[in-house]
Structure formats: structure tokens, C-alpha cells
Antibody, heavy 122, light 113 residues
């Protein structure tokens, strides 16, 4: 079955950086677009970024554009999120999410990991 | 960006009754070339990640009970839960995947009356 295991979260000071990882298994990772979605404490869901199955295309929410970078290593079945210039408002649980369809259109958020918490605080 | 607005923000329904949640998008998410609505519903139970319920506005994900149904097209969508069960207590979110950035509704909290 699909498994998505996020890691790398923690407490970080404003302005610093953090890199999240997502180890994927149970499916052909290189065939699927992958997303990051976050959820601030007690709040709703916010889509953060999407990377195409082959790594060529990347899309970002306006709130993180220029500060966050999504990447992937298909040889390691791993998705990453490099977060720079972190702000208090980036505090959230970050979910790694597998797209609902292989190749082609990038569609709904299919399978979700358990999430990794990130706290930005001095 | 497409804004997704859910109503109500919360509702309480008796066991065995029907719950109805609405979602309106600020522009159509119906793709004219394939006549598909790029729209999904998710369920999030306390302490858990969200779970996909419905995609293409009305297609149930595998394993989702048939008491969950989605309807609507264009800009107006509805999630209906028939014969409400205690395990349906959750927050429900709509999402459009018509364009980037993907956007979610603010969520609707469903409780038992």
C-alpha cells in the first residue's frame, strides 16, 4: 500500500531554513506528481507546492513563492521541500501528498502522509 | 486565484439523518474540452490527515461508503451524507484542481446533534 513518511520538521527561528523530506513507497514514485499541503494549528488546509512526475514543472502558492523550493529524487523515491526565510506564519503541519493520477493532468490530492510539524518561533 | 467558499461553517445533524455541505467557486472549474469538473471533497477526522472522498465532483474514491455523494457543476457543488453515522464526525473540505494555485474551502465542521 502507499506509504508517505515525512521528516525534517521541528522548531526553527524566523529567517532560518529547514528542509523537509518525504519517503515514498508502495507505488511507482517516478510516475506521479507530488504535492506539499500545510495546515496551521486549528486552521484549514493550504496547498503549498506541486512538482511534476519528472521534476520539470513546479508550481507554488503565492505565500511561499521565492522562499520555498520543491524538488524530488526519483532514484531515492523521495520528495523534498526546502524552506528558506521562514516566518511565524509558516508554522503548520506539512503533509506530503501523492497526486491522484499518474502522468498527464495533475489532479486531486490522493494519498496523504501523516505530516511533520514545523514551528517558526524565536 | 480561485476562491472556494463553503457553507455552512459548521452543522449538527442527528444520527441517521442527512447532512448537506455546499461549496461555491469564484469561477467555473468545468473544463469545456472534457466536460469534467476539476473539483474534490476531503474528510479530516481529529488528529488524522485528510482523506479523499470524491473527485471529478461526483466520483467516489474506492472504499468510500455510498452514503457519501457529490453533485454540482461549474461553480456550485454539494456533498451529501445520507444516514449519518457517528464516524462521520469530521471537518470536510472542498478543493479545486482546475488551476494553480490549488485552493481549498475553509472547511465545514460536522457534528452529531
Amino acid at each position: 500500500q502507499v506509504q508517505l513518511v515525512e521528516s525534517g520538521g521541528g522548531v526553527v527561528q524566523p529567517g532560518r531554513s529547514l528542509r523537509l523530506s518525504c519517503a515514498a513507497s508502495g507505488f511507482t514514485f517516478s510516475s506521479y506528481g507530488m504535492h506539499w499541503v500545510r495546515q496551521a494549528p486549528g486552521k484549514g488546509l493550504e496547498w503549498v507546492a506541486l512538482m511534476s512526475y519528472n521534476g520539470r514543472d513546479k508550481y507554488y502558492a503565492d505565500s511561499v513563492k521565492g522562499r520555498f523550493t520543491i524538488s524530488r529524487d526519483n532514484s531515492k523515491n523521495t520528495l523534498y521541500l526546502q524552506m528558506d526565510s521562514l516566518r511565524a506564519e509558516d508554522t503548520a503541519v506539512y503533509y506530503c501528498v501523492k497526486d491522484g493520477q499518474s502522468y498527464g493532468d495533475y489532479v486531486w490530492c490522493g494519498d496523504w502522509g501523516q505530516g511533520t510539524p514545523v514551528t517558526v518561533s524565536s | 486565484d480561485i476562491v472556494m467558499t463553503q457553507s455552512p461553517d459548521s452543522l449538527a445533524v442527528s444520527l441517521g439523518e442527512r447532512a448537506t455541505i455546499n461549496c461555491k467557486s469564484s469561477q467555473s472549474v468545468l473544463y469545456s474540452s472534457n466536460k469534467k469538473n476539476y473539483f474534490a471533497w476531503y474528510q479530516q477526522k481529529p488528529g488524522q490527515p485528510p482523506k479523499l472522498l470524491i473527485y471529478w465532483a461526483s466520483t467516489r474514491e474506492s472504499g468510500v461508503p455510498d452514503r457519501f455523494s457529490g453533485s454540482g457543476s461549474g461553480t456550485d457543488f454539494t456533498l451529501t451524507i445520507n444516514n449519518l453515522q457517528a464516524e462521520d464526525v469530521a471537518v470536510y473540505y472542498c478543493q479545486q484542481y482546475y488551476s494553480n494555485p490549488r485552493t481549498f474551502g475553509q472547511g465545514t465542521k460536522l457534528e452529531i446533534k
